[in-house]
């Protein structure tokens, strides 16, 4: 068994004794259903504590077509609350090993820094792209229940542009980790610059083609109106491009033991 191989096995394991093999993926159902069944339910809550007084309720509210739901909960609750949650699940994907000293440990065995870098990256984005598609799945069925259904083909592709995004914050947090030795300076910087990617989506056309966040704009468009940007391939790219980057930066920096406290 070769050590990436290994390595990917042993962060499993460590996402089992942490439980994060259970509440990551019970958060994002609950981010995943809270969007549908707020905006159907709101009016009649407001309406039975009699506290509406005062409030205009937006009638077309509970009249929204399924996909706009969906697409409210990638931009409402994935993209905020969401970004927040993995930041930090993932802060001390290397500052923990560079802290006890595991780090070193490992470099002095027969692993190459590809094979280190590639097992965390490729085991905390799976878990980390299941518990979004656990969640995401949760919506689709609340969502068809209570609004009107939304195609599959379309909930598919929706789901997987928004999963390269996800591979960008995954990327990009493993960076920042290797980078920086604070964990809450790692999940700071973390989260402020991705949600800072995520609110200029929009602003300038050539912007949105070299930022990742795009793809999360990109399965919004497919669920709303069932057809893909043209500008969706070359985000693609661009965004592959940044992954790359990310894991270029973080060999570099551990390869050259740069990682050091010293």
């Given at each position: ?28 159902i609950l981010l995943g259903i809270t969007q549908p069944v ?92 299941f518990s979004i598609t656990v969640g995401y799945l949760a ?68 912007i949105d083609l070299v930022n990742p966040a795009s793809m ?47």
């Open positions: 068994m070769n050590s990436f191989i290994v390595l990917v096995n042993k962060e499993f394991t460590q996402m089992i004794r942490d439980f994060k093999i259970i509440w990551l993926p019970l958060v994002f707020i905006t159907y339910y709101l009016p009649t809550i407001l309406e039975a504590l009699g506290s509406g007084q005062g409030i205009t309720i937006d009638p077309s509210m509970t009249n929204q077509q399924g996909g706009e739901i969906l697409a409210g909960t990638l931009a409402s609750q994935f993209d905020q609350l969401g970004i927040m949650i993995i930041a930090i699940s993932l802060m001390g994907i290397i500052q923990t090993d560079k802290a006890n000293g595991m780090l070193a440990f490992i470099l002095t065995r027969p692993v190459t820094v590809r094979s280190y870098v590639g097992g965390k990256i490729a085991s905390n984005y799976i878990f980390t792209a919506s689709y069925l609340y969502v068809n229940f209570l609004f009107t259904n939304v195609a599959v083909y379309d909930m598919l592709i929706g789901l997987l542009f928004y999963l390269v995004w996800v591979l960008f914050i995954v990327s990009f947090t493993t960076m920042i980790s290797t980078l920086i030795n604070s964990p809450g300076l790692i999940a700071l910087i973390s989260i402020a610059c991705l949600i800072a990617c995520r609110v200029i989506v929009g602003l300038n056309s050539m999360s704009k990109h399965a919004m468009e497919v669920l709303i109106t069932g057809s893909v940007n043209s500008n969706a391939i070359g985000n693609l790219g661009v965004t592959f491009l940044c992954v790359v980057l990310a894991i270029f930066v973080t060999n570099y920096w551990i390869s050259n033991k740069k990682f050091s406290n010293e």
